[in-house]
T-cell receptor
Framework: DTGVSQDPRHKITKRGQNVTFRCDPISEHNRLYWYRQTLGQGPEFLTY????????KSRLLSDRFSAERPKGSFSTLEIQRTEQGDSAMYLC???????????FGPGTRLTVL | RKEVEQDPGPFNVPEGATVAFNCTYS??????FFWYRQDCRKEPKLLMS???SGNEDGRFTAQLNRASQYISLLIRDSKLSDSATYLCVVNIRGEKLTFGTGTRLTIIP
């Protein structure tokens, strides 16, 4: 257990529905990252926050995706009007000044029917 | 060209054998390097950082060649529990991680 938690662990939804995922990073870590992983691929960067500021967004993050970290602690990732191509594992990671790399949560596995 | 390239495998090796994985990266500005391990349907976990001087952690040895932009991982005396996907990872600007596709390893009893 890395200390990063994600909820829910699994989500099945119908195409067109909205979904929201939550990530709680390691408490002293000021950076929080979202990645997406599809079968047979490595994780791909989506976006990251330093405290409450969203500093970078990947071109993978279409306008249907939005992420927030309102108080600089937990973060949410929302996908609107889900499509079958959104089916993937959504991973959250955190980093702090005392760390040499990022530590990942268990992920949220999304299946869009 | 992908930023980080790995042979996806699969590598099927007998227990006790030595196995080596290689990885190349394209961005010469890459700052830090790692191997992560990922078990089936689990999150990636840090296996070890990789330094130019080479570093060892038990049965695992990692090496970085900045001139060739090449990273390697050697596993000696492989165990059944080493079966997993090994992800080569670079950090380009000290921010996001860039992953290879991973190399799947299966240790055969």
């Amino acid at each position: 257990d890395t200390g990063v938690s994600q909820d829910p662990r699994h989500k099945i939804t119908k195409r067109g529905q909205n979904v929201t995922f939550r990530c709680d990073p390691i408490s002293e870590h000021n950076r929080l990252y979202w990645y997406r992983q599809t079968l047979g691929q490595g994780p791909e960067f989506l976006t990251y926050f330093q405290n409450e500021a969203q500093l970078e967004k990947s071109r993978l993050l279409s306008d249907r995706f939005s992420a927030e970290r309102p108080k600089g602690s937990f973060s949410t990732l929302e996908i609107q009007r889900t499509e079958q191509g959104d089916s993937a594992m959504y991973l959250c990671a955190s980093w702090g000044a005392s760390s040499n790399t990022q530590y990942f949560g268990p992920g949220t596995r999304l299946t869009v029917l | 060209r992908k930023e980080v390239e790995q042979d996806p495998g699969p590598f099927n090796v007998p227990e006790g054998a030595t196995v080596a994985f290689n990885c190349t990266y394209s961005n010469s500005a890459s700052q830090s390097f790692f191997w992560y391990r990922q078990d089936c349907r689990k999150e990636p976990k840090l296996l070890m950082s990789v330094y130019s001087s080479g570093n060892e952690d038990g049965r695992f040895t990692a090496q970085l060649n900045r001139a060739s932009q090449y990273i390697s991982l050697l596993i000696r005396d492989s165990k059944l529990s080493d079966s997993a996907t090994y992800l080569c990872v670079v950090n380009i600007r000290g921010e996001k991680l860039t992953f290879g596709t991973g190399t799947r390893l299966t240790i055969i009893p």
